[in-house]
């Protein structure tokens, strides 16, 4: 529909005060496919998901998803076009329950008018618990999400994208801090939701890297070290002296 | 909540307290129906005209300490500098007072009849192209809601599209509030100056400073406020508030829900602006005159220890606040002026660093916590897990005054 | 317009730029390094001022050296007490609002509040002198028509001192170096083995410290009243943002700016409308670029 690729991002640069935290970058992501983004700390990753998602503006390059120039438009403008982000640490609203939580994000009564109007329609409510469901709070729908573990806020934001139905989904760093059962989850998730999208996934955890990785992008010092299968990379004498150093 | 097995007193209490405030918004009706007779039973009718009057006076800056209740408490935005809205509301009041009781005819002994006094002390010849439309009533009501709406407008749309906020947002407006009163005291001529307009009279030929007057403008003035609290719970019961509070708790994640971010809080920024000036126009309605000193950082932050006192996410909280600082200050700077700043400043600290939830803060909630914390001690913690779960009717967002920075 | 009034005239501005940066000095350190809102600022500078004075008064107890050299003394108590306040007020207020910005500023707006009534209280509401020393008055006189008074060139001397101390103590000193990575990663500083808590305690009473000098060196312009601080305090704050609040160089470039078009544009109107046209421009400028005139991008 959009050619091969939902997202393409070329020749992507950004510099701080002289430092170059994203050089020249080119990156694809396409619809049924969890590519996975791996990397040493500093290596330009959640930087990258700042300049997909207009968080921080690019010095020089090109972001287009489905096929659009979304290079200058404002966060909120980038995830009503269908970009959901899911940030490194949960980011959740404790004091709401998991329903408010997740009615929060469903994307109506965006306005200050219609947010003043808003009464909980059948719509919504069919639509957040159909979402419960699939992230594994459908019995928490009315706890506090400051009573969740961490696993389940992850989940709980995780939960708040996919109630937008974006076309594509960045997550940062999902499985930290889960346990191996919840990991095992996670990933399940992960592979039911990539049937209808594309996923992007920022993580360390090589183990579940190669559970869920289509395609495997090792990024270092801003730039692309290599690209591929997960076997190919972790055979790779470039990827083992990034990681293992000096 | 009856359970076959007896349940521990820790968890009865806080079961009880846990009904009490599930119908939270049956307190709150309550709270307002206790408001809406103290204030148009109680004090009508308990106190002289006099004494109602300054009351009425207070009750004005409730005005614009509800609006920082949603603008601060809610929407995490504090402004120091809500004195300018006030006094903007204010002086489009006077304004049009002024004019009706500049006739030619009472003031012929002017060099130029038919002027403001001031500016005819300023050797000014005709009325400024500015004040004319204040002649119309209509004009002037409408002025006194635009002029500040516009002005929060612009200065929101500014600051919250480049996502300033937190101390910047609050220096900033702090400095607005120290322009506007050096202008309206530097412009003698145009402004009336540091006495401000003065000699207010008649409001279309209706004399306001009769006792009768006072007391019809003191209910024109508690209805208003009485209305500006059921516009306020309405907006804190729906996603509105709880929007308000996502975004001072996590803004970015709001952002990155796809909300507008600024757009909501320059709203809440324009609407806590109107209701100030509401509050300064029934000020110079209900006092006879509007002055620079209720314009500048001074008066704008005495007006956030009034919310703060209250309890900063309270609405209820901050119309007993105004009344309590405003009391204290005419008490104190009637019988021991000295004294007023030592305690309107320690009334900053101990409000921040000891009660940061107000008189509202002081309530059930707290109470509970500390009871329960001293119940837990004698009961052994054997009995934690029959502790019924509250969770399905607990209070949402709107119930837990935060105190955030 | 002939050259003596430009050079008065620059002068003129020369002498605000002092004041805007003095006061701005202690601030830049608080709020641009730590991050920490101050309100009661001011007040730190009116301890120096009410220091000075008080010394000055002691010259008929101790002697005419004492009347002549009571300056510098007064530099170093005024430095010594408004630095000892400071470290009492970040231990039992500050500290406990670290998270807590707005909470900060208000907190200390009360402070404020309460030490100007102890200031009133103490020494009335009247304003004070201190008595100059016979080597600080009178003035220069290049020309027939240029009059400069030597109080004014102290006042700089005083800040081109002042200031290279605070840079020179930032970039070069190992106590510069904790400031500067506690201010990046607290996590990191302390896990180097800096004691951060000892450095935020310092960092505050040394920049409420630079509040009480800048409050000794006013009195060689100006008098002293229980309000003098106050005035200041918005004017510096919107020094330090205006300057991109975490660069030292900022705060410099922005009182030399702001103060000239204040002295520029007081040449042709009157004070207070100067004065708001000068506000107003700065407030115009920060709506449009929020970061601060001299600030670099950096990382959010």
């Known amino acids: 529909m959009f050619g091969e690729f939902l997202l393409r991002v070329e020749h992507l640069s950004v510099e701080f005060d002289g430092f170059k935290a994203v050089d020249d970058l080119t990156f694809y992501a396409a619809k049924n496919q969890i590519c996975a983004i791996i990397g040493p700390n500093g290596a330009g990753k959640t930087t990258l998901l700042d300049l997909i998602t207009g968080r921080t503006s690019p010095t020089s390059g090109e972001i287009r998803f489905k096929e659009a120039d979304i290079g200058g438009l404002r966060e909120n403008q980038i995830v009503r076009r269908g970009i959901g982000r899911k940030f490194q640490t949960p980011s959740v609203y404790e004091a709401l329950t998991v329903f408010e939580n997740l009615e929060m994000a469903y994307p109506d009564a965006r306005t200050w008018l219609s947010a003043w109007s808003f009464r909980r329609s059948e719509a919504v409510v069919k639509k957040v618990e159909e979402v419960a469901e699939l992230i594994y709070l459908k019995d928490k729908l009315h706890e506090r999400a400051e009573k969740l573990s961490h696993g389940q806020k992850q989940w709980l934001e995780i939960g708040a994208l996919l109630i937008q139905e974006p076309d594509l989904l960045l997550l940062d760093e999902p499985v930290a801090g889960m346990s191996v059962q919840d990991r095992e989850l996670t990933a399940a998730l992960l592979l039911e939701l990539v049937k209808e999208r594309a996923v992007v996934v920022v993580e360390h955890d090589m183990d579940f890297v190669r559970k869920i990785a289509d395609r495997v992008t090792v990024l270092h010092q801003g730039k692309i070290l290599m690209e591929g299968k997960m076997d190919a990379i972790q055979s790779d004498p470039r990827v083992v002296e990034v990681y293992l150093g000096h | ?405 | 317009m002939d050259l003596s009034i430009w050079a008065m005239q620059a002068f003129n501005g020369l002498s605000t730029f002092c004041v805007l940066l003095l006061m701005a000095l202690g601030l830049a350190i608080i709020f641009g390094q730590m991050g920490v809102i101050n309100m009661a600022h001011g007040e730190f500078l009116t301890i120096g001022a009410y220091t000075t004075f008080l010394l000055s008064q002691a010259g008929s107890v101790l002697g005419d050296w004492f009347q002549t050299w009571y300056f510098p003394v007064a530099i170093v108590v005024s430095f010594v007490l408004a630095g000892a306040v400071g470290w009492l007020v970040e231990r039992f207020m500050v500290r406990h609002l670290y998270r807590r910005p707005l909470d900060t500023l208000l907190a200390t707006w009360g402070l404020s509040l309460v030490m100007q009534q102890a200031f009133r209280s103490g020494f009335g509401a009247r304003e004070v002198s201190a008595t100059l020393p016979d080597w600080l008055m009178g003035s220069l006189k290049p020309t027939a028509t240029i009059d400069i008074p030597i109080n004014g060139l102290f006042m700089m001397a005083l800040t081109a001192a002042l200031t290279g101390l605070v840079v020179f103590g930032l970039t070069s000193t190992r106590f510069g170096v904790w400031v500067r990575a506690t201010v990046q990663n607290r996590a990191m500083a302390s896990a180097a083995g800096i004691n951060t808590r000892k450095v935020d305690e310092l960092t505050f009473a040394i920049g409420c410290g630079l509040a009480g000098v800048a409050g000794a060196a006013f009195t060689t312009i100006g008098s002293t009243g229980p309000t003098s601080g106050s005035l200041y305090i918005v004017d510096t704050f919107l020094v330090v943002v205006f300057g991109g609040a975490e660069r030292l160089i900022g705060t410099i470039l922005s009182a030399f700016s702001i103060a000239q078009t204040q002295a520029a544009t007081e040449f042709f109107m009157t004070g207070s409308m100067a004065k708001v046209l000068t506000l107003s421009t700065i407030i115009v400028i920060l709506m449009l670029r929020p970061q601060g005139l001299f600030s670099i991008k950096v990382r959010r």
């Open chain 2, 1 to 405: 909540m009856e359970r076959a097995t007896p349940s521990p007193w820790s968890a009865r209490f806080r079961s009880f307290t846990a009904r009490l405030s599930s119908e939270k918004s049956t307190r709150e009706n309550a709270s307002f129906v206790l408001l809406a007779v103290l204030l148009l039973l109680v004090f009508p009718l308990g106190l002289d005209v006099f004494r109602l009057n300054l009351v009425g006076k207070y009750l004005t800056y409730a005005f614009v300490a509800l609006g920082l209740v949603l603008c601060w408490g809610y929407g995490g935005i504090l402004s120091l500098g809500q004195g300018v809205f006030f006094g903007l509301g204010g002086y489009c009041m006077a304004m049009f007072l002024k004019l009706e009781a500049s006739d030619p005819k009472s003031t012929a002994i002017q060099s130029t009849p038919g002027i403001p006094d001031f500016m005819d002390w300023n050797q000014l010849k005709e009325l400024p192209a500015f004040w004319v439309p204040f002649e119309s009533l209509p004009f002037t009501l409408l002025a006194v809601l635009v002029v500040p709406g516009l002005l929060a407008l612009v200065v929101g749309l500014a600051m919250f599209k480049r996502r300033v906020g937190g101390v910047y947002f609050a220096i900033i407006t702090q400095a607005i509030a120290s322009i506007l009163s050096i202008l309206i005291i530097g412009r003698q001529g145009y402004t009336g100056g540091v006495n401000g307009i003065t000699d207010l009279k008649t409001l279309l030929g209706w004399d306001i400073r009769t006792d009768e007057a006072k007391v019809i403008l003191y209910y024109v003035n508690a209805v208003l406020l009485l209305g500006a609290v059921l516009l306020g719970l309405s907006l804190i019961r729906s996603k509105l508030g709880r929007l308000l509070v996502a975004l001072r708790d996590k803004e970015e994640r709001v952002l990155f829900t796809g909300y507008d971010v600024a757009s909501l809080k320059t709203f809440v920024f324009v609407l806590a602006a109107m209701l100030s000036a509401v509050g300064g126009a029934m000020f110079t309605l209900q006092v006879g005159f509007m002055s620079p000193s209720f314009v500048g950082i001074v008066p704008s932050i005495e007006m956030v220890i009034c919310a703060a006192v209250g309890g900063r996410s309270s609405l209820f909280g901050a119309i007993y606040g105004s009344l309590l600082v405003n009391f204290g200050k005419t008490y104190f700077s009637e019988s021991f002026p000295e004294l007023w700043l030592f305690v309107i400043g320690f009334l900053f600290i101990a409000v921040v660093m000891v009660f940061p939830n107000g008189l509202a803060g002081l309530d059930l909630m707290k109470m509970r916590s500390f009871i329960e914390s001293k119940l837990r001690r004698f009961q052994k913690p054997s009995v934690g897990l029959s502790i019924p779960k509250p969770a399905p009717s607990r209070p949402g967002v709107t119930a837990a005054p935060r105190s955030n920075g």
